[in-house]
């Protein structure tokens, strides 16, 4: 058997239908089409992202948003900055400590989240289109427990939860 035999050999027994594979793809499928419908609103994916964090825990400030998001804070900064600029955050002086800022959302930044939600409400019934309700329920419920055992949080804005 030459190299090249060996290679194709080797390829043609790895399995190339498993599920870890096929939730990969479509994780893969399903961020870039949101990305999409979100450039279509003006935004980001992090932008979105720091959005539903300022409204699950209004006034926090942008050092807790960057110690949730594990990132350096002036990376947070940059993207507030932007936010701001497009009238969608409300920055303001936290009266405990003059040095940092409250962020709150504005009107505009409402109105563009029920937009973001009727967009994901879209995506989600696109993505899932090919299954009737009850394999959707089904597949969400399977997938929960997977994210469960793999020791993801399943909540996709914990802080809003808590405080119900």
């Known amino acids: ?34 990305a999409e419908r979100a450039g ?4 980001t994916l992090p932008d979105i992202v720091l959005l539903r964090m300022i409204a699950c825990e209004p006034g926090r400030s942008q050092r807790s948003l960057a110690a949730e998001l594990g990132v350096v804070p002036s990376r ?16 303001r002086r936290c009266p405990k400590d003059r040095r940092n800022h409250a962020l709150h959302l504005t009107g505009k930044a409402h109105t563009l ?23 959707r329920t089904r ?14 949080d399943t909540d996709p804005c914990p802080p809003c939860r808590s405080r119900v």
């Open 113 to 135: 989240l029920a937009r973001v939600r009727e967009a994901a409400a879209a995506h989600e019934d696109d993505i899932c289109a090919a299954l009737d309700a009850g394999e």
């Open 76 to 91: 947070v900064v940059a993207l507030i900055d932007s936010l701001d600029a497009r009238g969608l955050v409300d920055r």
């Open 1 to 34: 058997m030459t190299t090249a035999d060996e290679d194709r050999a080797a390829v043609a027994d790895f399995p190339t239908r498993t599920a870890a594979f096929l939730l990969a793809q479509l994780g893969a499928h399903a961020r870039s089409r949101f």
């Open 40 to 43: 279509e609103l003006g935004l």
């Open 139 to 152: 597949l969400t419920a399977l997938l929960e427990r997977m994210a469960l055992q793999q020791g993801l």
